[in-house]
């Protein structure tokens, strides 16, 4: 049997892999738990709505780790009321464009986000950025269990952070276990409840004597603070796309067009950020350094406690899809080496409860240093993701059009697409080391930033300079060079009965 592709595997040779206890091709498995895992996703299983994404990604973004992102205009940068927001703003708008790219290539190719980037980077150049994106997912992982259990601990403080850091991990970890199907209902449930948080929060800003007057009253601005304000927001949203195509690719191509995906996907996440952020940015400039404690003297004790356990439900939807995501990467990488293999459920369940204990021991260990490490770590995302972000789209847009022969990404040695697409690794590399004099950390500052007054362009440079390298080089190899459609992949791989 051969691999997905809407067209002959010839170029690939890849025959598909079968796990043990398989049902048989065209007899989709109803189990609970979710049986695929990298495979290509065969129209007669596509189902979904692209106006779900709307909830996956709003619920995403609404929890108290975004709204401790907000606070870090006016704490980190400085910036007052209206340049924090003004920032925040646009940082937003423009990642999550560029994030909410990424959702079309699910329909059309059926496969996980970082098995399409082997059309780019051939089957083992892409191994880095998978890895990579791995260590993203925990970082995630640790930061919103770190706020989470430090908020739950105020509620709850019979059971220490610690305890509320493992419970909160676990209910993830179900979530993720059970997987697609569960993540985006519990995206639509967690929908409702956080726009009702975020409306009674907002209420209670306006309402509370003294709150909103410091706020408005705050007019910081400095250059560098508004640049490196609009890097995390864009950051913020990047950092979705190595996985953003993960919850499309079960949606049928012939519904789920490109438009639909991308705005549904792109109002989801910058509403979902944006406005916790704003409450952030409120919070950082009235009540200190705090804007989680802030929320008990904004609701009160007992209205502050019922929010702050209502926020753990929102971080277990988006600690389910970090878990998620994670193990797709793990299975990624471990099939690049051993391409006729794919995991049952008990293996499957076992790498994503790896992550878990990794992200849990993060967060054990910088639980008390908690925003210096998560500012510093939300900058060394950005200098690895931004220049892979735009290969991507550059090649999926621009180069092949959406045409890839998905065959290719499962076959041994990269079927058309080889194990080293050497120009595309090297921009990157080349791009990475351009953003180097540009960067601005606690630990290191680049000689341009530097003579910027520690303006951070980094961002800047690792988006336009791998665009339009990449789009120099790989438009002239790929000339007259004819790619397989896969717009609605064949039965690629029996969903897994072990």
Same mark, same amino acid.
């Given at each position: ?185 519990? /995206? ?18 306006? =309402? ?7 706020? =408005? ?59 916790? =952020? ?201 000339? /007259? ?18």
């Amino acid at each position: 049997m051969d691999h997905p592709a809407s067209g002959p595997a010839d170029s690939a040779g890849a025959e598909a892999p079968r796990p043990a206890g398989a049902a048989a091709p065209g007899a989709p498995d109803r189990r609970l738990v979710e049986g695929r895992t990298i495979d290509a996703v065969p129209e007669d299983e596509r189902h979904g709505r692209p106006r779900d994404l709307f909830a996956v990604w709003f619920a995403a973004n609404i929890s108290p780790l975004t709204i401790v992102s907000g606070t870090i205009a006016p704490l980190v940068f400085g910036l007052g009321l209206w340049p924090g927001i003004a920032a925040v703003t646009l940082g937003n708008l423009l990642g999550g464009f560029l994030m909410a790219l990424h959702a079309a290539q699910g329909p059309r190719l059926g496969v996980p986000q970082m098995i399409q980037s082997r059309g780019q980077f051939g089957s083992h150049g892409s191994l880095l950025v998978t890895l990579v994106v791995v260590f993203m997912y925990a970082g995630w992982f640790a930061s919103n269990l770190v706020i989470a259990g430090q908020a739950l601990h105020r509620s709850v403080p019979a059971v220490d952070i610690s305890g509320w850091l493992v419970l909160c991990g676990l209910a993830g970890l179900v979530v993720a276990v059970v997987g697609y199907d569960l993540i985006h209902r519990v /995206g639509r449930w967690a929908t409702v409840l956080t726009l009702s948080l975020l409306a009674l929060c907002a209420v209670r800003v306006f =309402m509370t004597p003294g709150v909103l007057e410091r706020a =408005m009253n705050a007019t910081g601005f400095t250059v560098s603070g508004f640049v490196g304000m609009t890097a995390i927001g864009i950051l913020l949203q990047i950092t979705y796309a190595p996985y953003v195509s993960d919850y499309t690719r079960y949606m049928p191509a012939h519904t789920a067009s490109r438009r639909s995906t991308l705005w549904f996907t792109y109002w989801g996440s910058v509403l979902g950020s944006v406005l916790p =952020m704003f409450l952030g940015i409120v919070m950082g400039i009235a009540v200190a350094d705090d804007a989680i404690a802030g929320l008990d003297t904004v609701l009160g004790g007992t209205l502050s406690a019922v929010v702050l356990c209502s926020f753990a439900v929102i971080v277990v939807h988006v600690n389910s899809m970090n878990l998620y995501g994670t193990s797709l990467c793990l299975i990624t990488a471990a099939q690049t080496f051993r391409h006729r293999w794919l995991p049952g459920r008990p293996v499957r369940t076992a790498l994503i409860a790896a992550p878990l204990a990794l992200g849990l021991t993060l967060a054990l260990a910088f639980q008390d240093t908690f925003l210096a490490s998560y500012t510093d770590f939300l900058a060394i995302l950005q200098y690895v993701l931004i220049p892979w972000t735009a290969i991507n789209l550059v090649d999926f847009y621009l180069v092949r059009r959406g045409h890839y022969d998905v065959a290719s990404f499962f076959a041994p040695g990269g079927g058309v697409y080889g194990r080293v697409n050497g120009p595309a690794v090297l921009v990157y590399a080349v791009s990475f080391a351009l953003e180097v004099p540009f960067m601005h950390t606690s630990a290191y500052t680049g000689p341009v930033a530097a003579a910027l007054g520690g303006i951070d362009l980094s961002w800047a440079v690792g988006l336009l300079i791998p665009s339009v390298a990449y789009w120099l080089i790989a438009r002239r190899r790929t000339a /007259g060079v004819p790619h397989s459609t896969a717009t609605a992949p064949a039965p690629a791989l029996p969903q897994e009965g072990s």
